[in-house]
């Protein structure tokens, strides 16, 4: 493997999906074709790459230990040797510099909540992943911030649907990757958190977080002007297909690679985003 691809491994490319999530305000405030702004959402999307990148460096760093003793985890780049220590310090301060210095470059507000992000991410490395409940929170919480710097850049910022829709939607998501963790691990497993977790209840919260979402979802569909309740089915279908994922325990449940891995989920994530775009532009489209 070359020097670049191992730099690229480590940088985890394929989790850069997560920060799709940056364009929503701008997608569903009707602001997507002003083009000062959308060229802003894209460097805010290209700055959380790099610190998410950045943070992915620093856990691994701090983890690499426990990385070794992992069956899949020992051959990240870091725990396999594959990155010295000082080779892999000096990415992170670049990653660090080069991601704040872009959303700097946009506002100083998506700054401060990119820094917030970082800063919920070390507490969450250090401490808050032991702490259960707190650690899906802490997952959570990344998603939120994502749309939120997006909201930095539209007119009216992040609404209260979108906000709870999004809550509920990384929560599910978060809890569903304990789920698969606990059920291709077992208690005392790769997580210490584990041994406090209980298949019957993440089962329970899983349920409700996905139906929250639907719900949180339906009712800010309803509210839009777009006929937007239209994509409720599609998305409907999306959250019981990927509940079929994470109750079948592939991939630790971990949302990029369930998505990426799974055609059906994939390309119905694809066509829910493209009706999406041609309920909510269509009388600029057609």
Not at 16 to 44: G, Y
Not at 107 to 136: E, M, R
Not at 170 to 181: N, T
Not at 226 to 252: A, C, D, H, K, M
Request: glycine fraction near 6%.
């Amino acid at each position: 493997m070359s020097v670049a691809k191992i730099y690229l491994k480590q940088m985890r490319i394929k989790s850069w999906l997560k920060n799709l999530f940056v364009f929503f305000p701008i997608i569903f405030s009707l602001e997507l074709f002003e083009w000062n702004k959308l060229i802003q959402a894209v460097i805010l999307a290209l700055s959380f790459c790099l610190i998410s990148s950045a943070v992915y460096v620093l856990n691994d760093i701090n983890d690499v230990e426990n990385d070794r003793n992992h069956a899949v985890k020992k051959n990240r780049p870091i725990a396999s040797g594959q990155i010295s220590f000082p080779c892999a310090w000096m990415l992170l301060v670049c990653l660090t510099i080069a991601g704040f210095g872009l959303a700097f470059s946009v506002n100083l507000f998506s700054l401060l909540l990119i820094l917030a992000y970082v800063v919920i991410n070390i507490l969450y490395s250090k401490w808050l992943k032991t702490k259960v409940v707190i650690d899906c929170f802490c997952i959570a919480a990344g998603f939120v911030l994502r749309v939120m710097v997006g909201g930095t850049i539209v007119s009216d910022g992040v609404s209260g649907w979108m906000f709870l829709t999004v809550v509920s939607l990384s929560l599910f998501m978060a809890f569903g990757k304990r789920r698969g963790e606990l059920h291709n691990y077992g208690a005392g497993g790769t997580r210490e958190v584990l041994d406090v977790y209980e298949m019957n209840f993440l089962n329970g919260i899983v349920f409700m977080c996905a139906g929250l979402t639907m719900v949180f979802y339906s009712l800010w569909s309803i509210s839009q002007e777009s006929n937007l309740v239209y994509t409720v089915p599609i998305v409907l279908f999306i959250v019981i297909r990927y509940l079929l994922l994470v109750f079948s325990g592939r991939s630790e449940a971990d949302p990029t690679t369930l998505i990426l891995s799974d055609k059906t989920l994939l390309v119905s994530c694809g066509l829910c985003a493209l009706i999406m775009i041609a309920l909510l532009y269509r009388t600029r489209i057609f």
